[in-house]
């Protein structure tokens, strides 16, 4: 089973920057699609952004600008780059990888955005 596992969440002033990372195992991770996912209190989980492959990348209308997602397939390490947050960001974020019809989850890392 592939194992996933993010890091980097923290409280973080409005208008600030984190930078989450999250390394999946698996020898395939080149073909993995990696993805960040959000859930806040009340709420579905959302996508927030997802990487198909290097050079090709998804955005939520709601980070598109802020956001960026990266991958090194070397390291087996996705990341994601989180700019100008704000409140409405608040939430537990999750790293997902994906192999064909399969799912593979980490358990969050938590983000919160306050002054």
């Known amino acids: 089973q592939v194992q996933v596992v993010e890091s980097g969440g923290g409280l973080v002033q409005p208008g600030g920057s984190l930078r989450l990372s999250c390394t999946a195992s698996?020898?395939?991770?080149?073909?993995?699609?990696m993805g960040w996912y959000r859930q806040s209190a009340g709420k579905e989980r959302e996508l927030v952004a997802r990487?198909?492959?290097?050079?090709?990348?998804d955005y939520a209308d709601s980070v598109r600008g802020r956001f960026t997602i990266s991958r090194d397939n070397a390291k087996h390490m996705v990341y994601l780059q989180m700019n100008n947050l704000n409140p409405d960001d608040t939430a537990v974020y999750y790293c997902?990888?994906?192999?064909?019809?399969?799912?593979?989850w980490g358990q969050g890392t938590q983000v919160i955005v306050s002054s």
């Open positions: 990487s198909i492959t290097v050079g090709r990348t």
């Open positions: 698996g020898r395939l991770f080149s073909g993995y699609i």
């Open positions: 997902n990888a994906r192999w064909r019809e399969y799912d593979y």
